[in-house]
């Protein structure tokens, strides 16, 4: 079983940056997608941003699209998503998941069975 943990978040002023890491232990990674999911008070989970492991493929919700990079390093299974230029609307709990085997989609919570515990991000105005 895989085991993910999220860290990196705090606090930033907006157009500011920080980096967030999944640190992945247990089972390879090479023949799954990961993801990174996002929850602002209130709402539902979203989708930001999608890699595979193996091609290094990588997918984008558009209000993220230009401004975020995801990224991993399958020697040290870790993944990262680079926020940059980042705006309040960011501000949620990140999460890093795995997607089932047989997932079909990016962007689908529920196609994502393993998930790290969460960093908060707050970008204030």
């Known amino acids: 079983q895989v085991q993910l943990q999220a860290f990196g978040g705090g606090l930033m002023q907006a157009g500011g940056s920080l980096r967030l890491s999944c640190a992945a232990s247990?089972?390879?990674?090479?023949?799954?997608?990961m993801g990174w999911f996002r929850q602002a008070p209130e709402n539902a989970r979203e989708f930001v941003a999608g890699i595979t492991w193996s091609a290094g493929i990588t997918y984008y919700v558009d209000s993220v699209k230009g401004r975020f990079t995801i990224s991993r390093d399958d020697a040290k299974n870790m993944m990262y998503l680079q926020m940059n230029s980042l705006k309040p609307e960011d501000t949620a709990v990140y999460y890093c998941?795995?997607?089932?085997?047989?997932?079909?989609?990016?962007?689908?919570?529920?196609?994502?069975?393993?998930w790290g515990q969460g960093t908060l991000v707050t970008v204030s105005s």
């Open positions: 247990g089972r390879t990674l090479s023949r799954y997608v």
């Open positions: 998941a795995r997607r089932a085997m047989y997932g079909t989609t990016w962007s689908r919570t529920s196609e994502y069975h393993y």
